[in-house]
């Protein structure tokens, strides 16, 4: 059985970076980020990639976005926020050579943390068949090792199923074609490949926010 250490799979899997205390800006090099998005232009995890959030230190719930954006000198140009507050950093090589100083706006009342994660380029909604999440689970793998570093792939637990984000702290059920049921607590669920079976289908409630691994032998 694989096992992984605790800096190893907070490497990994959701990278947090302490800042300073309520803060309202936080402040990268594009280079930093660029060593963790090249894994994005890799191939043999198309339907993956690396994504960048900020959480709330005490919640854990992800925090609002409210500006993000690069500059250098004269040089100045805002970044894409997505509906669920992921900062789409560009990946360009010509941005790496420049190195432009990278800002993220929060919430003044709070502290956020960076995280980054690996998740699936879409959301899942409605009826997700057992080879729709079976596809994942090797590119979630291989990214997971890549960002690990040379010897990762010993000690990287796998990839079990997926973890389920699902927005407004959604409480309710998901409904598998055997009959089973599992619920959503607070807009968060974890289910396996076994869970669904092959050639079975699992049917959500609603559209996800975010589509993360799920390793149960992490711990």
Request: aromatic share 10%; net charge negative.
């Amino acid at each position: 059985m694989k096992k992984l250490s605790l800096a190893l799979l907070t490497a990994a899997v959701g990278i947090t970076a302490a800042m300073p205390s309520y803060a309202q800006e936080y402040m990268f090099t594009y280079s930093k980020l660029f060593s963790h998005m090249k894994q994005n232009a890799k191939e043999g995890h198309d339907d993956v990639k690396v994504g960048f959030f900020f959480l709330n230190a005490n919640t854990k719930q992800l925090c609002n976005i409210e500006k993000a954006w690069m500059e250098k000198e004269e040089h100045y140009e805002e970044l894409t926020i997505s509906p669920y507050n992921e900062v789409i950093v560009p990946l360009d090589n010509n941005l790496r050579s420049a190195n432009p100083l990278v800002f993220v706006r929060t919430p003044m009342d709070m502290r956020c943390d960076f995280s980054m994660v690996v998740m699936t380029k879409e959301p899942m909604n409605g009826e997700v068949s057992y080879d729709d999440v079976k596809v994942l689970l090797p590119q979630m793998q291989v990214i997971l090792e890549q960002l690990g570093g040379m010897f990762a792939s010993w000690f990287t637990p796998d990839v079990e199923g997926v973890t389920l984000e699902f927005p407004n702290k959604l409480n309710s059920t998901i409904q598998f074609s055997n009959g089973t049921t599992k619920p959503i607590v607070d807009g968060k669920a974890q289910v396996s490949l076994a869970e669904i079976g092959e050639g079975g289908t699992m049917t959500l409630p609603a559209e996800t926010a975010r589509v993360l691994p799920y390793l149960p032998k992490a711990n």
